[in-house]
């Protein structure tokens, strides 16, 4: 059986997932290369809001792709992700009519509120506290912009 042409979503993904690995790998040796973490959150809320079971797995891949490569606690950003599309992300673009407003929100909830729920958890668990560097704030404009895009 010969696959259609309309249907290579499923590729494109797979295509997709291989790409961040590398990129993901790259960003962990230059540090000027963003590491599209709230490019991975506004995809993750998007395969949650389509249901997209296939998707969301391969998201939740990169995701701890994402968390093996910087140390931190594993599906802590998954755990994140979810609570974010589930209780924040309704309010924020119920309160917001600008698409651009809830763009900037979401990437500031990406990485200002992953790094408040990561000393969360290591406050509850007795761990180190995480680290924030200053690079933190060129990713924030740089990802802006790529969010802007999707």
Do not use: W
Request: hydrophobic residues 55%; charged residues 5%.
């Amino acid at each position: 059986m010969q696959r259609s042409l309309s249907h290579q979503n499923t590729l494109i993904t797979l295509l997709y997932v291989v790409v961040f690995v590398l990129y993901s790998s790259l960003s962990s040796i230059y540090p000027m290369l963003p590491p599209m973490f709230a490019v991975l959150l506004v995809l993750f809320s998007q395969a949650l809001k389509n249901k997209d079971t296939l998707y969301i797995a391969l998201l939740s891949f990169c995701l701890l792709i994402f968390e093996a490569n910087n140390g931190y606690i594993l599906f802590s950003s998954i755990i994140y992700f979810y609570i974010v599309y589930k209780f924040l992300l309704p309010k924020i673009s119920q309160n917001f009519s600008c698409i651009s407003c809830v763009n900037i929100s979401s990437v500031l909830l990406a990485y200002i509120g992953y790094f408040l729920f990561l000393s969360l958890l290591s406050y509850i668990f007795l761990l180190p506290a995480p680290y924030i560097s200053y690079y933190i704030v060129y990713y924030i404009v740089i990802e802006f912009f790529f969010v802007s895009l999707l």
